[in-house]
């Protein structure tokens, strides 16, 4: 069936450093991509999606690219802030062709930034 | 702010009795998704409703039901509660199911604990 794998964590920065959280994904057909944060005690906010290969999301400076040939979809940000310490879960929905859009996670990282 | 709202937010009872979880999804909205977040098992789809009636069913448990009313907001019942239901419970909202890349709209979630 469908999954999502990625990094495991935690990844502990520096404020201001360069962030790659890596997303891989099994899938038939072809699935929208999702990457959601949760921040501490609350629920899951959408941080950027990607809907067929090569689109680019992007949001407050996180961005991740629908990779079709590596089957990835990496989050990236180019200086991270204290305040972006957060789980942050990869997510896949409709790749078994749109049937249902239930959403596939990842297992999460956690990153933790420090000033 | 997602808009989706959940009740109540903290739970604390007892294994083997009954609980219901209560979602009111963004205005609008006429799907509706449950999923599960635990420890061991991560974050796990359980069921999906769409205007009322149920579209998706996934890793969830016989002892588990759901549903959606005509207003639409929607109900998650556990009962025979063991200590691995111990849970954080979410719900999420679409537009509508049909199109594989919409977005959904998570709630605080439930926290759910099993003595």
């Known amino acids: 069936g469908d999954s999502v794998t990625q990094m495991e964590g935690p990844v502990t920065l520096s404020e201001e450093a360069f962030l790659t959280i890596n997303c891989t994904y099994t899938a038939t057909g072809y699935p929208s991509l999702f990457w959601y944060v949760q921040y501490p005690g609350e629920g899951l906010q959408l941080l950027l999606k990607?809907?067929?290969?090569?689109d680019k999301g992007s949001n407050k400076g996180f961005e991740a690219t629908y990779r079709k040939e590596t089957t990835s979809f990496h989050l990236e940000k180019g200086s991270v802030q204290v305040s972006d310490s957060a789980v942050y879960f990869c997510?896949?929905?409709?790749?078994?062709?749109?049937?249902?859009?239930?959403?596939?996670f990842g297992t999460g990282t956690l990153l933790a930034v420090q000033p | 702010d997602s808009g989706v709202t959940q009740t109540p937010k903290h739970l604390i009872t007892a294994t083997g009795q009954r609980v219901t979880l209560r979602c009111s999804p963004r205005s609008g909205d006429l799907s509706v998704y449950w999923y599960q977040q635990s420890l061991d098992q991560g974050l796990q789809f359980l069921i999906q409703?769409?205007?009322?009636?149920?579209?998706a069913k996934g890793n969830i448990l016989e002892r588990f039901s759901a549903q959606q009313f005509p207003d639409l907001h929607s109900e998650l019942n556990l009962s025979s509660l063991e200590l691995g239901d111990s849970a954080l419970y979410f719900c999420?909202?679409?537009?509508?199911?049909?199109?594989?890349?919409?977005?959904?709209?998570f709630g605080p979630g439930t926290r759910l604990l099993v003595l």
């Open positions: 997510a896949l929905s409709g790749g078994l062709g749109g049937a249902t859009n239930k959403l596939i």
């Open positions: 990607a809907t067929k290969a090569d």
């Open positions: 409703y769409y205007n009322g009636e149920e579209r």
């Open positions: 999420a909202s679409s537009v509508e199911p049909g199109e594989y890349q919409e977005t959904q709209y």
